[in-house]
T-cell receptor, first 110, second 115 residues
Framework: GQQVMQIPQYQHVQEGEDFTTYCNSSTTLSNIQWYKQRPGGHPVFLIQLVKSGEVKKQKRLTFQFGEAKKNSSLHITATQTTDVGTYFC??????????FGSGTQLTVLP | NAGVTQTPKFRVLKTGQSMTLLCAQD?????MYWYRQDPGMGLRLIHY???????AKGEVPDGYNVSRLKKQNFLLGLESAAPSQTSVYFC??????????????FGEGSWLTVV
C-alpha cells in the first residue's frame, strides 16, 4: 500500500544552521501535510500543500511540493532552539486516511 | 475549547489485563482516529471511525477494539494487554478524511506501559 518515506531520521544542527527534511511517496499524492511534535508533546499541524510545485513559507520555514506530487520538503533557515522536535509529513493512504512518515527528529545545539 | 481530550494520561498494566482509553472531541468532527507512536516508527493508525456508529481497521489493528457510540467519543480497548502494546497512544479527529486534505487534531497522548 501507500508508503511515505521520510529522511533523515535524525538531524543535529548548531543553532543558526539550516535544516531540511525530505518526504517521498510511492504514489502520487492529492495533498501533503506537515506536522511538528515537540518533545513530550503531540503532533500539531503546520501546513498543507495541494498544488504541483507549490511553495509555501511560514517565517523561517519553507515547504515545497514536488512537480510530480510524489515528494515534499521542509527547510528551516537559521534554526533556533525553539525549532527542536520531530517533523512529520503525511499524505492520504490506502485507507483514504492520512499515512504519516516516520518523522525527522531535529536537535538544535546552542 | 478543549479540542481532543484523552484519559488516562499514564497507565501501567500487567500482561493480560484489560483497559479502555477514552477520547472525547468537542469540535463536532466526523472522523476520529487512534494512533500509536513507537520510537523510529512514526505514527501508525490502529483504528478509525468515519462517523457515529462506524469503525474501521487501520494499519495495526490486532489486539485492539474500538467503539464510537457517540459522535464525540471514540474508545480504544485492549482486551488482554501484551508488552508489545507498550506505546504512546494518540487520539485524533478531523472534519473529513485525509483525501480531502483535512487537518488532523491530536490529543495530548496516553503513555501506556505493559509489564
Amino acid at each position: 500500500g501507500q508508503q511515505v518515506m521520510q529522511i533523515p531520521q535524525y538531524q543535529h544542527v548548531q543553532e543558526g544552521e539550516d535544516f531540511t527534511t525530505y518526504c517521498n511517496s510511492s504514489t502520487t499524492l492529492s495533498n501533503i501535510q506537515w506536522y511538528k511534535q515537540r518533545p513530550g508533546g503531540h503532533p500539531v499541524f503546520l501546513i498543507q500543500l495541494v498544488k504541483s510545485g507549490e511553495v509555501k513559507k511560514q517565517k523561517r520555514l519553507t515547504f515545497q511540493f514536488g512537480e510530480a506530487k510524489k515528494n515534499s520538503s521542509l527547510h528551516i533557515t537559521a534554526t533556533q532552539t525553539t525549532d527542536v522536535g520531530t517533523y512529520f509529513c503525511a499524505g492520504p493512504g490506502s485507507a483514504r486516511q492520512l499515512t504519516f512518515g516516520s518523522g525527522t527528529q531535529l536537535t538544535v545545539l546552542p | 475549547n478543549a479540542g481532543v481530550t484523552q484519559t488516562p494520561k499514564f497507565r501501567v498494566l500487567k500482561t493480560g489485563q484489560s483497559m479502555t482509553l477514552l477520547c472525547a472531541q468537542d469540535m463536532n468532527h466526523e472522523y476520529m482516529y487512534w494512533y500509536r507512536q513507537d520510537p523510529g516508527m512514526g505514527l501508525r493508525l490502529i483504528h478509525y471511525s468515519v462517523g457515529e456508529g462506524t469503525t474501521a481497521k487501520g494499519e495495526v489493528p490486532d489486539g485492539y477494539n474500538v467503539s464510537r457510540l457517540k459522535k464525540q467519543n471514540f474508545l480504544l480497548g485492549l482486551e488482554s494487554a501484551a508488552p508489545s502494546q507498550t506505546s504512546v497512544y494518540f487520539c485524533a479527529s478531523s472534519y473529513a478524511g485525509g483525501v480531502a486534505g483535512n487537518t488532523i487534531y491530536f490529543g495530548e497522548g496516553s503513555w501506556l506501559t505493559v509489564v
